[in-house]
């Protein structure tokens, strides 16, 4: 991680990123303490780390970096995300959303604000991604 990616990332800590990290590892947590929810719960688990650091990395499509199709980016993964959305995904992505109207009205907070908006979208469709270092 390149310095300015690790100051990023304290400011962004500091900024609103633990709550929302905290946020996705509860709903893991909550996913994984239903056992058919463990499917979900490694993506929450993912992500929450993501949320918690995310100057340096970027989330994409599984099948688009592998270069193959596998059960997350299919038609089964469709139906895990539409789960998701309903059960979960909704107030992960308001969470985000709010927090970055309140980081918007700053000046400095745009950056970490259009951050949680890019975290919102995918809080409302998580499976399938996978987190890897930004170019």
């Known amino acids: 991680m390149s310095p300015v990616s690790l100051l990023l990332n304290i400011i962004w800590i500091v900024l609103g990123g633990a709550w929302m990290a905290f946020g996705w590892l509860v709903a893991a947590i909550i996913m994984a303490i239903t056992i058919i929810g463990i499917p979900w719960a490694r993506a929450a688990f993912n992500i929450a780390a993501y949320t918690l650091f995310p100057f340096g990395f970027t989330a994409v499509?599984?099948?688009?970096?592998?270069?193959?199709e596998d059960i997350g980016t299919g038609p089964l993964g469709v139906i895990g995300n539409i789960i998701w959305l309903v059960l979960a995904g909704w107030w992960l992505a308001l969470g985000h959303v709010v927090t970055a109207v309140l980081l918007a009205v700053t000046i400095i907070g745009i950056p970490f604000a259009?951050?949680?908006?890019?975290?919102?979208?995918?809080?409302?469709?998580?499976?399938?991604?996978?987190?890897?270092?930004?170019?």
């Not at 908006?117 to 998580?126: D, H, N, Q, S, V």
């Open 114 to 135: 259009w951050a949680h908006l890019k975290l919102a979208g995918i809080a409302l469709w998580p499976i399938g991604k996978i987190i890897v270092p930004a170019s």
């Open 61 to 68: 499509s599984r099948d688009a970096y592998t270069g193959q």
